[in-house]
């Protein structure tokens, strides 16, 4: 039964015939037009990409086509062309997250940090630009003169108008209709159809009051009522400051993505920077997370591993129980074990938060007769009822595995053992898990990983809590790894993404490397075999 | 009592040794489907009942009312779940394609960083996707830009989406099943003259049928019950799955339509259920009835 | 631009498919390029507004589109999305210049979405008849980021089938809970994480706001929950617990049933509740609660309001479709249609249902919850001493408020 021992087909001596040569087989014809339809599909990506000037995805596709092409019509590279198509898919949309998660960890992404630079200047000049108080808003007509545009209103009785060049001036021969500009000699008055067409460039404008800038300029907003306003800041473009009316400095910062002022005050919004690996060694330096960290850690592994210890348990002796033909309804029975699976996981944990309530929940008052049992309030209980909770939730996709998994041991081995006169619970232990473990160990090994983040269970069931009462930090005695990360990097309700994505790679290095080490523990497995 | 006669009838046991062997299989089963479906009463109770709670009351089935389910049927509901069935089944079909494809290429051919590769599928989907909901919409975005049919709002798009995780765990399921076939099977196919393709598409797929179609239930399962990345790239509610709407349903704390989301709940859990047992016969048809012994 | 781009893609397709000869190819690829073509032709509308609404009042806000769109040729889109969503989605989303151009939510998210650069200053040019306190939730920084259409607060319920009239102390509205034989003397939600916003009218009439206030009514960074009346608070807390009127087991599902059900003269909740006992056929009303520290009680205000992206590449439209909002008319469709107390004062005044006008009058002294983003801490911390007073975790009410206000200095 060893299988590496084996040694692959001698393919490079004498390959055998592929669809690719043999042109009496439907198969090659198949395989034609699949390749011309992925043909066709890359050239129109291509084509496409150039077209939006977007060269990254240019090349990515190109290469694509390329590795396709070479793959399906060589004679060699076969285990490639079983390969691929699961491969690109997985290349494209996982391979980007990760790539972007990493990328994300060296920066300081999150609130207040959501975008570049530009952005982040044009944002302060438009919130910084505001209405002077005490001042009126008059009914604007916005007017084209020699291909500009420019405001017209009705200032005491008088007709005004302007350009960005302009400031307002009194205008001979105007008319206006309720303190409306409706005629300017030399002037056409847009209407407001042409208004909206044209609406960034009428957002945009600025008429000064006068020849002091001081005075602050005229602007609308809506195109029918135009305002006085004035900017709180002054943007320097050469030194990078911003300086307001008491002669404040705000300084950019490269290194936190702020405008700052020496007393330590900055203006929003900011933006995203490179921070090196500081979020990375945050989590070290955090004094506040040094108290419950080893216990948080200790409670994260026995949470992951008996989560998938009792889940595999019970899905596993109900797999191997209901292997029996002689059972009769059992695929009636095996519909019902999978029930749990079938409905959403958040309102399954939604019910039995309900079911788990101390003085209203259905098991104290019912099943255990006024029972004053603190389920969720209680630091052990709670631990056990989140156990409990998920082996529920988790049992029937191990009885859906093992169930499979179960039918690829043939029934010579285990009537061999009945025929040597091991009892059932022998050739449980000493056939039937052995070889079974060879494709679930692995499966095993992912439900470890996938607990051990299982942030969604916990968050729904207990939020973490019990929390401990007075830490500087919200922190619970279920809270989990991922968890803590959450109330870490998301405290104080201020999202930092940068944060959050370099904790959740440590943790990630951290299952990765337990998953290896077992990993390398199935290969032994399966040479045993 | 009648079960137990009419097995005591059929099979050579009887009497007190039917009881040892197989009656108390019945008793775990009965056991079993109530810690099932117990807490699913609240479900259906909620769901009979409009304007109640989802777990303020103990006294279930108070009130029964059809309401909630005609609500359902005048709701964007039935477009949900023709939209869940298209993306499941696509993603259900792809995956174990892609992944059967995937377990044949590591389980019959040694080529170099086999194992590594191995590995290193299953270690990449323990990577944080914490992030996935901002990157992927990033990543549609420009993907829409390109081939519109795979953007932001379109089905298409989703189902990419799902089936960039069709390899990984479902691979090594798979490869451990298929290293249970012996290898002398294909041997022997070679020396007849058949190509890699035609062993993998008429000796192997049907040997393997079992693990197809469990792959194929958990992820169709998967697949109908996501939300999160459904979420953003359907973006829309006539675009919207099933788990997608059951969810935006219930994520309004206080005016949640509990009663409406439970008997939502409800309607989607028959068809996984149904397709369940159809695949039973599948899933347990064994490796015998492919004529392995032989 | 955009044509070129679909003539290039057309050539593209052709080219490949010249390439592959008679495949199967061209049945399915000429179907992308329609599709590609259809999607990049302008709407030919006078103008489009996108706008995300979440799915409580996606169908008034629809109505009121269409009513805009008469009004002034810009067609509203207006886009569904999930309560609990709306907000990440925005910000996560408004950056890549695929957001809405305007966004329906709560005052408090002010705060955050200004850290992040993504709302633009509005400049009202009329604020009509909007409540003040409902315009001042919208300030942040000197500036008005929303257009407010409705407040929120909760008040104190009370069902008539048990007691008919209230007493003014909340210690004597215990004593008469008690005296009525029903199983809670009052009900206030409080669930395993704190609930401090239910619980604030109790806390403010012990004259311990979250932060003190400046003359004009809005938020200094002072902690008004420092010192003897938010200790007295924590005191009284305590006995809240002993009274069986706060429970930790209490979330609010349990506390919606519980009245339901009859097992307690009063409630604390707001008027998203009072549907349901309606229907349920109970006779109720809704009163300010009683002061139980000695000075008015005064829960917090919700205003929900419109707020404007500053990614908006149609800042005129929206402005203008802003203007409209902040007209009587709109305020008046808005509220015949969603049914929450207005901003807007002439429309309030008209308010028939008793229900809602208790409301409204409830929260005449209320304030706004405060809108910086450090307010999630507050809230944590908040929540999380009051579990641990009500479930006796905490022997010392005084101690534990104590380390909460250092807790909650140290964030800031």
Same mark, same amino acid.
């Given at each position: 039964m060893s299988l590496d021992t084996k040694q692959a087909p001698p393919a490079p001596t004498k390959p055998p015939l592929s669809h690719a040569r043999d042109l009496s087989r439907p198969g090659f014809y198949v395989k034609l037009v699949l390749m011309a339809l992925v043909n066709a599909f890359g050239v129109y990506g291509i084509m496409a990409s150039w077209a939006q000037g977007e060269y990254w995805v240019l090349a990515a596709l190109a290469a694509l086509l390329v590795v396709a092409n070479y793959v399906y019509f060589s004679k060699r590279a076969i285990p490639a062309k079983y390969l691929l198509p699961g491969l690109a898919f997985l290349l494209v949309y996982q391979l980007y997250v990760m790539g972007n998660t990493a990328y994300v960890a060296f920066t300081n992404y999150g609130d207040g940090h959501n975008d570049a630079k530009g952005p982040a200047i044009t944002q302060i000049l438009k919130t910084s630009d505001r209405r002077v108080e005490g001042t009126p808003t008059h009914p604007v007509a916005v007017l084209e003169q020699n291909g500009q545009l420019g405001f017209a209103i009705v200032d005491d009785g008088v007709v005004k108008a302007g350009t960005a060049e302009q400031p307002l001036a009194e205008v001979a021969g105007a008319a206006s209709d309720n303190n409306r500009v409706t005629e300017v000699p030399g002037a056409t008055i847009l209407p407001i159809s042409e208004i909206q067409q044209r609406q960034a460039d009428v957002l945009g404008l600025r008429v000064s009051v006068s020849d002091n800038p001081d005075d602050g300029w005229l602007r609308t907003d809506n195109g029918s009522t135009a305002y006085t306003a004035k900017s709180l800041l002054d943007y320097d473009e050469a030194a990078d400051t911003f300086t307001n009316a008491e002669g404040k400095v705000y300084k950019a910062d490269p290194k936190q993505g702020l405008y700052v002022a020496e007393d330590g005050s900055s203006l929003n919004p900011g933006w995203r920077v490179f921070v090196g690996t500081d979020n990375f060694t945050r989590m070290f330096t955090d004094s506040r997370l040094q108290g419950p960290f080893l216990s948080v850690m200790a409670w994260t592994f026995a949470f992951a591993i008996l989560s998938v210890l009792t889940t595999f348990a019970l899905g596993l002796a109900l797999a191997v129980i209901f292997n029996d033909p002689r059972v009769k309804g059992r695929t009636f029975y095996r519909a019902m074990f999978i029930l749990p699976y079938a409905f959403p996981g958040f309102l399954a944990a939604l019910v039995w938060k309900g079911m788990l309530n101390r003085d209203f929940g259905i098991i104290n008052n019912m099943l255990l007769g006024g029972a004053d049992i603190n389920w969720l309030g209680d630091g052990d209980l709670a631990k056990i009822s989140i156990l409990l909770v998920n082996l529920w939730l988790g049992f029937p996709y191990m009885f859906l595995i093992c169930t499979g998994a179960l039918q690829a041991i043939p029934g010579e081995l285990t009537e061999a053992g009945v025929m040597d006169g091991a009892g059932p619970m022998r050739r449980f232990w000493s056939i039937t898990l052995p070889l079974l473990m060879v494709s679930v160990a692995p499966l095993l090994i992912a439900s470890f990983a996938f607990n051990f983040n299982n942030f969604s269970l916990i968050y729904m069931l207990t939020g973490g809590g019990p929390n401990y009462p007075g830490l500087p930090i919200i922190m619970g005695e279920t809270d989990i790894l991922i968890s803590m990360v959450y109330s870490v990097a998301f405290e104080s309700g201020v999202k930092q993404y940068g944060l959050a994505s370099a904790m959740s790679i440590m943790i990630f290095f951290i299952v990765g490397f337990i998953s290896w080490l077992g990993f390398r523990q199935t290969r032994k497995l399966e040479e045993i075999m | 009592m009648a079960v137990k006669l009419e097995n005591a009838n059929k099979s050579p046991v009887s009497g007190l040794r039917w009881w040892k062997e197989v009656g108390w299989k019945h008793i775990v089963a009965l056991v079993m489907i109530a810690i099932c479906v117990f807490p699913l009463l609240y479900v259906m109770s909620a769901s009979f009942n409009?304007?109640?709670? /989802?777990?303020?009351?103990?006294? /279930?089935?108070e009130k029964v009312s059809l309401e909630n389910y005609q609500t359902l049927l005048g709701s964007l509901f039935p477009r949900w779940m023709l939209h869940s069935f298209i993306v499941a089944t696509a993603t259900a079909v792809g995956t174990v394609l892609m992944a059967a494809a995937a377990a044949y290429a590591f389980s019959r051919f040694r080529f170099k960083g086999r194992r590594g590769s191995l590995t290193a599928l299953l270690i990449i989907q323990m990577f944080p996707q914490m992030l996935a909901f901002v990157a992927i919409f990033l990543l549609l975005l420009t993907i829409g830009d390109i081939f519109p049919v795979l953007g932001i709002g379109s089905l298409l798009g989703l189902i990419a989406v799902y089936l960039g995780g069709a390899l990984g765990a479902n691979t090594f399921l798979m490869y451990g099943f298929f290293n249970t076939i012996p290898d002398d099977l294909d041997e022997a196919a070679k020396i007849d003259g058949a190509t890699h393709a035609q062993i993998f598409w008429g000796m192997i797929m049907p040997l393997v049928t079992p693990i197809l179609s469990v792959v194929g239930l958990l992820s169709f399962v998967g697949t109908y019950g996501e939300f999160i990345l459904a979420r953003i790239i359907l973006a829309r509610p006539e675009n919207y799955t099933l788990a997608v709407g059951l969810y935006v349903w219930a994520s309004d704390e206080r005016n949640a339509p509990w009663s409406l989301f439970a008997a939502g709940a409800v309607v989607a859990a028959i068809p996984i259920i149904l397709l369940f047992m159809y695949l039973q016969k599948y899933i347990v048809a064994g490796l015998t009835a492919g004529g392995v012994k032989g | 631009m955009r044509k070129s781009i679909v003539t290039m893609l057309a050539a593209g397709v052709a080219l490949s498919l010249a390439a592959c000869g008679s495949t199967g190819a061209p049945a399915t690829t000429p179907a992308t390029a329609s599709t590609a073509a259809a999607a990049t032709t302008p709407a030919a509308a006078a103008g489009n507004l996108t706008i995300w609404v979440d799915e409580t009042r996606i169908d008034d806000f629809k109505a009121l589109g269409e009513d805009f769109v008469s009004a002034s040729g810009v067609a509203l889109d207006v886009v569904q999305k999930p309560t609990a969503d709306i907000k990440t989605d925005f910000v996560a989303q408004a950056p890549t210049g695929e957001g809405p151009d305007l966004i329906v939510g709560a005052h408090d998210w002010t705060g955050e979405l200004v850290s992040n650069g993504l709302i633009s200053p509005i400049e009202l040019g009329d604020k009509g008849k909007l409540a003040d306190n409902t315009v001042a939730a919208f300030q942040y920084d000197g500036a008005l980021y929303g257009v407010p259409y409705a407040v929120e607060n909760i008040a104190l319920v009370r069902n008539n089938k048990i007691v008919q009239d209230t007493p003014d102390t909340f210690d004597a509205l215990i004593e008469q809970g008690k005296g009525a034989g029903a199983e809670f003397p009052a009900i206030i939600q409080v669930g395993d994480g704190g609930d401090a916003y239910h619980m604030y009218p109790i806390q403010t009439s012990f004259g311990a706001p979250v932060f003190k206030s400046n003359a004009d009514g809005s938020y200094t960074n002072e902690l008004g929950m420092e010192g003897a009346e938010g200790e007295a608070f924590a005191t009284y807390l305590k006995k809240l617990a002993d009274e069986k009127v706060a429970s930790v087991s209490m979330g609010g599902d349990q506390a919606k049933q519980a009245f339901l059900d009859g097992k307690s003269p009063y409630m604390i909740t707001g008027p998203w509740n009072t549907a349901a006992f309606t229907e349920a056929g109970m006779d109720i009303s809704v009163l300010a609660v009683p002061s139980a520290g000695g000075q008015p009680s005064a829960p917090f205000l919700g205003v929900q309001g419109v707020y404007l992206s500053s990614k908006s590449e149609n800042g005129i439209l929206a402005n203008q479709f802003l203007d409209y909002m902040a007209t009587t008319e709109a305020q008046q469709k808005l509220f015949d249609l969603g049914g929450r107390v207005p901003a807007d004062t002439s429309v309030a005044e008209g308010i028939t249902d008793e229900l809602l006008a208790g409301f409204a009058e409830a929260g005449k002294n209320g304030q706004p919850m405060?809108?910086?983003?450090?307010m999630g801490a507050v809230w944590s911390h908040w929540g999380n001493t009051e579990v641990s007073i009500i479930n006796g975790q905490a022997a010392d009410p005084v101690a534990a408020w104590k380390t909460m206000v250092e807790n909650i200095k140290a964030g800031f």
């Amino acid at each position: 039964m060893s299988l590496d021992t084996k040694q692959a087909p001698p393919a490079p001596t004498k390959p055998p015939l592929s669809h690719a040569r043999d042109l009496s087989r439907p198969g090659f014809y198949v395989k034609l037009v699949l390749m011309a339809l992925v043909n066709a599909f890359g050239v129109y990506g291509i084509m496409a990409s150039w077209a939006q000037g977007e060269y990254w995805v240019l090349a990515a596709l190109a290469a694509l086509l390329v590795v396709a092409n070479y793959v399906y019509f060589s004679k060699r590279a076969i285990p490639a062309k079983y390969l691929l198509p699961g491969l690109a898919f997985l290349l494209v949309y996982q391979l980007y997250v990760m790539g972007n998660t990493a990328y994300v960890a060296f920066t300081n992404y999150g609130d207040g940090h959501n975008d570049a630079k530009g952005p982040a200047i044009t944002q302060i000049l438009k919130t910084s630009d505001r209405r002077v108080e005490g001042t009126p808003t008059h009914p604007v007509a916005v007017l084209e003169q020699n291909g500009q545009l420019g405001f017209a209103i009705v200032d005491d009785g008088v007709v005004k108008a302007g350009t960005a060049e302009q400031p307002l001036a009194e205008v001979a021969g105007a008319a206006s209709d309720n303190n409306r500009v409706t005629e300017v000699p030399g002037a056409t008055i847009l209407p407001i159809s042409e208004i909206q067409q044209r609406q960034a460039d009428v957002l945009g404008l600025r008429v000064s009051v006068s020849d002091n800038p001081d005075d602050g300029w005229l602007r609308t907003d809506n195109g029918s009522t135009a305002y006085t306003a004035k900017s709180l800041l002054d943007y320097d473009e050469a030194a990078d400051t911003f300086t307001n009316a008491e002669g404040k400095v705000y300084k950019a910062d490269p290194k936190q993505g702020l405008y700052v002022a020496e007393d330590g005050s900055s203006l929003n919004p900011g933006w995203r920077v490179f921070v090196g690996t500081d979020n990375f060694t945050r989590m070290f330096t955090d004094s506040r997370l040094q108290g419950p960290f080893l216990s948080v850690m200790a409670w994260t592994f026995a949470f992951a591993i008996l989560s998938v210890l009792t889940t595999f348990a019970l899905g596993l002796a109900l797999a191997v129980i209901f292997n029996d033909p002689r059972v009769k309804g059992r695929t009636f029975y095996r519909a019902m074990f999978i029930l749990p699976y079938a409905f959403p996981g958040f309102l399954a944990a939604l019910v039995w938060k309900g079911m788990l309530n101390r003085d209203f929940g259905i098991i104290n008052n019912m099943l255990l007769g006024g029972a004053d049992i603190n389920w969720l309030g209680d630091g052990d209980l709670a631990k056990i009822s989140i156990l409990l909770v998920n082996l529920w939730l988790g049992f029937p996709y191990m009885f859906l595995i093992c169930t499979g998994a179960l039918q690829a041991i043939p029934g010579e081995l285990t009537e061999a053992g009945v025929m040597d006169g091991a009892g059932p619970m022998r050739r449980f232990w000493s056939i039937t898990l052995p070889l079974l473990m060879v494709s679930v160990a692995p499966l095993l090994i992912a439900s470890f990983a996938f607990n051990f983040n299982n942030f969604s269970l916990i968050y729904m069931l207990t939020g973490g809590g019990p929390n401990y009462p007075g830490l500087p930090i919200i922190m619970g005695e279920t809270d989990i790894l991922i968890s803590m990360v959450y109330s870490v990097a998301f405290e104080s309700g201020v999202k930092q993404y940068g944060l959050a994505s370099a904790m959740s790679i440590m943790i990630f290095f951290i299952v990765g490397f337990i998953s290896w080490l077992g990993f390398r523990q199935t290969r032994k497995l399966e040479e045993i075999m | 009592m009648a079960v137990k006669l009419e097995n005591a009838n059929k099979s050579p046991v009887s009497g007190l040794r039917w009881w040892k062997e197989v009656g108390w299989k019945h008793i775990v089963a009965l056991v079993m489907i109530a810690i099932c479906v117990f807490p699913l009463l609240y479900v259906m109770s909620a769901s009979f009942n409009p304007g109640g709670t /989802l777990t303020g009351s103990i006294r /279930l089935f108070e009130k029964v009312s059809l309401e909630n389910y005609q609500t359902l049927l005048g709701s964007l509901f039935p477009r949900w779940m023709l939209h869940s069935f298209i993306v499941a089944t696509a993603t259900a079909v792809g995956t174990v394609l892609m992944a059967a494809a995937a377990a044949y290429a590591f389980s019959r051919f040694r080529f170099k960083g086999r194992r590594g590769s191995l590995t290193a599928l299953l270690i990449i989907q323990m990577f944080p996707q914490m992030l996935a909901f901002v990157a992927i919409f990033l990543l549609l975005l420009t993907i829409g830009d390109i081939f519109p049919v795979l953007g932001i709002g379109s089905l298409l798009g989703l189902i990419a989406v799902y089936l960039g995780g069709a390899l990984g765990a479902n691979t090594f399921l798979m490869y451990g099943f298929f290293n249970t076939i012996p290898d002398d099977l294909d041997e022997a196919a070679k020396i007849d003259g058949a190509t890699h393709a035609q062993i993998f598409w008429g000796m192997i797929m049907p040997l393997v049928t079992p693990i197809l179609s469990v792959v194929g239930l958990l992820s169709f399962v998967g697949t109908y019950g996501e939300f999160i990345l459904a979420r953003i790239i359907l973006a829309r509610p006539e675009n919207y799955t099933l788990a997608v709407g059951l969810y935006v349903w219930a994520s309004d704390e206080r005016n949640a339509p509990w009663s409406l989301f439970a008997a939502g709940a409800v309607v989607a859990a028959i068809p996984i259920i149904l397709l369940f047992m159809y695949l039973q016969k599948y899933i347990v048809a064994g490796l015998t009835a492919g004529g392995v012994k032989g | 631009m955009r044509k070129s781009i679909v003539t290039m893609l057309a050539a593209g397709v052709a080219l490949s498919l010249a390439a592959c000869g008679s495949t199967g190819a061209p049945a399915t690829t000429p179907a992308t390029a329609s599709t590609a073509a259809a999607a990049t032709t302008p709407a030919a509308a006078a103008g489009n507004l996108t706008i995300w609404v979440d799915e409580t009042r996606i169908d008034d806000f629809k109505a009121l589109g269409e009513d805009f769109v008469s009004a002034s040729g810009v067609a509203l889109d207006v886009v569904q999305k999930p309560t609990a969503d709306i907000k990440t989605d925005f910000v996560a989303q408004a950056p890549t210049g695929e957001g809405p151009d305007l966004i329906v939510g709560a005052h408090d998210w002010t705060g955050e979405l200004v850290s992040n650069g993504l709302i633009s200053p509005i400049e009202l040019g009329d604020k009509g008849k909007l409540a003040d306190n409902t315009v001042a939730a919208f300030q942040y920084d000197g500036a008005l980021y929303g257009v407010p259409y409705a407040v929120e607060n909760i008040a104190l319920v009370r069902n008539n089938k048990i007691v008919q009239d209230t007493p003014d102390t909340f210690d004597a509205l215990i004593e008469q809970g008690k005296g009525a034989g029903a199983e809670f003397p009052a009900i206030i939600q409080v669930g395993d994480g704190g609930d401090a916003y239910h619980m604030y009218p109790i806390q403010t009439s012990f004259g311990a706001p979250v932060f003190k206030s400046n003359a004009d009514g809005s938020y200094t960074n002072e902690l008004g929950m420092e010192g003897a009346e938010g200790e007295a608070f924590a005191t009284y807390l305590k006995k809240l617990a002993d009274e069986k009127v706060a429970s930790v087991s209490m979330g609010g599902d349990q506390a919606k049933q519980a009245f339901l059900d009859g097992k307690s003269p009063y409630m604390i909740t707001g008027p998203w509740n009072t549907a349901a006992f309606t229907e349920a056929g109970m006779d109720i009303s809704v009163l300010a609660v009683p002061s139980a520290g000695g000075q008015p009680s005064a829960p917090f205000l919700g205003v929900q309001g419109v707020y404007l992206s500053s990614k908006s590449e149609n800042g005129i439209l929206a402005n203008q479709f802003l203007d409209y909002m902040a007209t009587t008319e709109a305020q008046q469709k808005l509220f015949d249609l969603g049914g929450r107390v207005p901003a807007d004062t002439s429309v309030a005044e008209g308010i028939t249902d008793e229900l809602l006008a208790g409301f409204a009058e409830a929260g005449k002294n209320g304030q706004p919850m405060p809108s910086i983003p450090e307010m999630g801490a507050v809230w944590s911390h908040w929540g999380n001493t009051e579990v641990s007073i009500i479930n006796g975790q905490a022997a010392d009410p005084v101690a534990a408020w104590k380390t909460m206000v250092e807790n909650i200095k140290a964030g800031f």
